[in-house]
């Protein structure tokens, strides 16, 4: 069973820039999570999609955006990057009957 | 004060030890409760999956959950240096359908096991 695939593992932005990340989920699974992970802060909650509707959204500003597609593929999209927002950057993929999520392997973001 | 507090370590040990890692919470509502492993450069594996208070055995690992103290543990007995990870604590409130909902998860404890 494939797990979950993020892309791209790296990239490397410009302040100012945008920048969009994919995520495809295990498949069956309809819920996808997006979170952000830094040393200071550690993992901190994005997003939730579930069957292509946001459930439940973190703590961060509006240039932090996300979609889930039909497919339960899901992006999240960055605008108007800063410095801070360097980070890895996880995709969760849950479904029903699974215990507890599945974690895809992160994009690294390096803004300078 | 964050809801999920865990002390970031770090904890060396020798092969063969016996290791405890350990969270506090404040949020009455978390049920679910999760202990995550986590290598350099990989995203977080899901070791351990526990509902509600009591103990959880899975080969050398052992979860425990005591929900009147909102405190939660995780024992590794016999370490081996390939235990070595950053490990980190999870908690969900959320009972919505088929999934978990938001995660909360502890700063996370980095641990090597040396030989």
């Known amino acids: 069973k494939a797990g979950v695939t993020q892309t791209p593992r790296y990239l490397i932005k410009t302040r100012g820039q945008q920048v969009t990340l994919s995520c495809s989920p295990i498949s069956g699974h309809r819920s996808v999570s997006w979170y952000q992970q830094t040393p200071g802060q550690g993992l901190q909650f994005l997003f939730e999609y579930f069957s292509e509707t946001q459930r439940n959204k973190g703590n961060f500003p509006g240039r932090f955006s996300g979609r889930q597609f039909s497919n339960s593929r899901s992006e999240m999209n960055v605008s108007t990057l800063e410095l801070g927002d360097s980070a890895l950057y996880l995709c969760a993929s849950g479904g029903q009957g699974a215990l507890g999520y599945t974690f895809g392997s992160g994009t690294r973001l390096t803004v300078v | 004060q964050k809801e999920v507090e865990q002390d970031p370590g770090p904890l060396s040990v020798p092969e063969g030890a016996i290791v405890s890692l350990n969270c506090t919470y404040s949020n009455s509502a978390f049920q679910y409760f999760m202990w995550y492993r986590q290598y350099s450069r990989k995203g977080p594996e899901l070791l351990m999956y526990?509902?509600?208070?009591g103990n959880k055995e899975d080969g050398r690992f052992t979860a425990q959950v005591d929900k009147s103290s909102k405190y939660i543990s995780l024992f590794i007995r016999d370490s081996q240096p390939s235990d070595s990870a950053t490990y980190l604590c999870?908690?969900?409130?959320?009972?919505?359908?088929?999934?978990?909902?938001?995660?909360?998860f502890g700063r996370g404890t980095q641990l090597t096991v040396w030989p």
């Open positions: 526990t509902y509600s208070s």
């Open positions: 999870a908690m969900s409130a959320d009972t919505r359908g088929s999934t978990l909902g938001r995660l909360y």
